[in-house]
């Protein structure tokens, strides 16, 4: 995901979100990540959703796919909560992708995730993030329901490998339940890329063994 923030398009998605929530008289952080996602012009928006669960965040991600010409996936632990989710969301008027199944079964099949939504109170949170194969341009993860999370200790870099990936930033908004979001760069083989093609210089020092004169060449 080519982190460009759109204005525009994050401004529809959160506008026509809060319509969509004003039905089931819901609403607070399915706005904001409903603008984040189609802001960041996410291609592939997945999140975790179980049984009984609120189902505005949902909405708004669906939206946020559309303005953003994406695809959104929801990842349920069996067939009652699918059953649920497909029912609740046909309601709303939305069609979903469904997978189900426990992390390690299906993420695999999400390959270049630009946004991640999971539920804090879900006890494999963590493992659907470390599992996660994230757009080798960068992405953006929330932790939704971060207020009731049983995991205090969690932390982002617990759940990232810093051999690829950098944390660039972190914060944790008081919304809804608690939205906890990182946003991660992107692959370490993207960022010599691009700073290449930013005409990034780097200066190299060569140390003439026969003079000893010191040459610094900007490379």
Not at 58 to 68: F, P, Q, T, V, Y
Not at 112 to 121: P, Y
Request: aromatic residues 6%; charged residues 25%; glycine residues 8%.
């Amino acid at each position: 995901m080519k982190l460009v923030w759109s204005p525009e398009t994050a401004s529809k998605a959160y506008i026509d979100t809060v319509k969509s929530c004003e039905i089931l008289y819901e609403s607070g952080a399915a706005e904001l990540v409903s603008a984040m996602a189609a802001g960041w012009n996410a291609k592939l928006i997945a999140e975790t959703w179980s049984q009984g669960g609120v189902i505005s965040t949902s909405m708004g991600l669906a939206i946020a796919s559309r303005h953003a010409g994406g695809r959104h996936v929801c990842v349920v632990p069996d067939e009652l909560s699918k059953l649920e989710y497909v029912q609740r969301m046909g309601e709303a008027g939305m069609s979903p992708e469904v997978m189900v199944g426990e992390a390690e079964e299906v993420m695999d099949g999400l390959v270049g995730i630009d946004f991640l939504v999971v539920d804090s109170r879900r006890k494999d949170f963590a493992r659907f993030l470390r599992l996660a194969k994230l757009s080798t341009e960068g992405a953006v993860l929330v932790c939704k329901n971060a207020n009731s999370r049983t995991a205090t200790t969690f932390k982002w870099r617990c759940v990232l490998d810093e051999a690829s990936r950098r944390l660039v930033r972190s914060v944790f908004l008081p919304v809804g339940k608690g939205l906890d979001i990182a946003h991660v760069s992107a692959a370490e083989g993207n960022l010599v890329s691009a700073r290449r093609d930013r005409g990034y210089k780097r200066w190299i020092k060569h140390i003439d063994q026969q003079s000893g004169e010191i040459h610094v060449i900007r490379k």
